[in-house]
């Protein structure tokens, strides 16, 4: 158990439809990192937080958003979705921002639009 | 366009014989080079990282060699077992720019008993 908590594990909606993703960090960890895993694309950073301020985009869709609380816990907001947005959407943890600092993944959520 | 290339794509090995899995990286400023490990149904584990000021880098049965020069690293992992069966991603990073993981495709990993 990394101590990453991603919720919920299966989401299955339809296209054009909207849903949040939520991940818990691991405690005491301020950064948290999203990441997309694809058949086609591998996994693909899309965004970073830290101490609830972004940090850092990759590449991450103008429909797709992210947030971290003051609680430090980070929900991933993907809308329209289009049949291509199925995959694996894993969030990571780790306790600073650089320094090569251990990343910590959640065990993902599967998303299937349908 | 992919940064971190890695081969093969899938590798068989037969137990207690040794998984080669290499990577190539583009971006020179890379500075943190992990290794992750992932089962069917979990997210990818930290297995081993090396940075670039040193060539090897060995913890029990996992040596990552790394090649500064020619932009290259890989994993070696010795006396192979069933149990290591699982996609191993090579990844870089910067360390002052954010720390977040350019990975390669992933190698799937079989090892035969």
């Known amino acids: 158990d990394s101590g990453v908590t991603q919720t919920p594990k299966h989401l299955i909606t339809a296209t054009g439809q909207r849903v949040t993703l939520r991940c818990s960090p691991r405690?005491?960890?301020?950064?948290v990192y999203w990441y997309q895993q694809s058949l086609d694309q591998g996994l693909q950073f899309l965004i970073q937080?830290?101490?609830?301020?972004?940090?850092a985009k990759g590449n991450i869709l103008e429909r797709f958003s992210a947030q971290q609380f003051p609680d430090l816990h980070s929900e991933l907001n993907l809308s329209s979705l289009e049949l291509g947005d199925s995959a694996l959407y894993f969030c990571?943890?780790?306790?600073?921002?650089?320094?090569?600092?251990?990343?910590?993944f959640g065990q993902g959520t599967r998303l299937t639009v349908v | 366009q992919q940064q971190v290339k890695q081969s093969p794509q899938s590798l068989i090995v037969q137990k207690g014989g040794i998984s080669i899995i290499n990577c190539a990286y583009e971006?020179?400023?890379?500075?943190?080079f992990p290794w992750y490990q992932q089962f069917p149904g979990k997210g990818p584990a930290l297995l081993i990282a090396?940075?670039?000021?040193?060539s090897e880098k060995k913890e029990g049965r996992f040596t990552i060699s790394f090649n500064k020069s020619a932009k290259q690293f890989s994993l070696h992992i010795m006396d192979s077992q069933p149990g290591d069966s699982a996609t191993y991603f090579c990844?870089?990073?910067?360390?002052?720019?954010?720390?977040?993981?350019?990975f390669g495709g992933g190698t799937r990993l079989m090892v035969k008993p």
């Open positions: 990571a943890s780790s306790a600073r921002t650089g320094g090569g600092t251990e990343a910590f």
């Open positions: 405690s005491g960890d301020l950064s």
């Open positions: 937080y830290y101490n609830g301020e972004e940090r």
């Open positions: 971006n020179t400023a890379f500075d943190y």
């Open positions: 090396i940075r670039p000021d040193v």
């Open positions: 990844a870089a990073s910067i360390s002052n720019a954010g720390n977040m993981l350019t």
